[in-house]
């Protein structure tokens, strides 16, 4: 069971000015993050935005993605995969999650991001 909830993802694939945004569900808390794709492409900035939303619920947390990779898995299925870090009080840690892409590549991204933030948690608690 997964104890997040990806509420809101906000994105237009025709126009790449527009920024896109993110909700999150943590816990009891939620946060909105929003992110500019241009320079980037839409999977980068879903990613940011994420990593942005995560920050106003978890005060005091840094996060970013480095990579945002789209792969093909061992039975065929495509699988989002980010590689980023998180700076808390306590130091930085190197974090990774990945996500099955069911029906929308952008909605796996925000999933693996968070999915990776909360394994690198569980590593330091």
């Not at 509420?7 to 816990?27: I, M």
């Not at 839409?42 to 996060?63: F, N």
């Not at 990774?96 to 892409?101: D, I, K, L, Q, T």
């Amino acid at each position: 069971k997964k104890d997040f909830e990806i509420r809101l993802v906000s994105v237009d694939e025709n126009d790449p000015s527009r920024p896109v945004a993110v909700t999150v569900l943590l816990g009891k808390k939620s946060g909105t993050g929003a992110s500019m794709p241009a320079g980037k492409g839409l999977q980068e900035a879903i990613a940011d935005a994420t990593c942005r939303a995560l920050e106003r619920i978890v005060e005091g947390t840094s996060l970013q993605i480095s990579e945002t990779v789209v792969d093909a898995g061992s039975e065929g299925e495509k699988i989002v995969t980010v590689v980023g870090w998180c700076e808390t009080a306590s130091g930085r840690q190197a974090m990774a999650g990945s996500s099955p892409v069911n029906r929308n590549v952008y909605r796996a991204v925000a999933e693996a991001v968070v999915g990776a933030f909360i394994s690198s948690q569980s590593q330091v608690l």
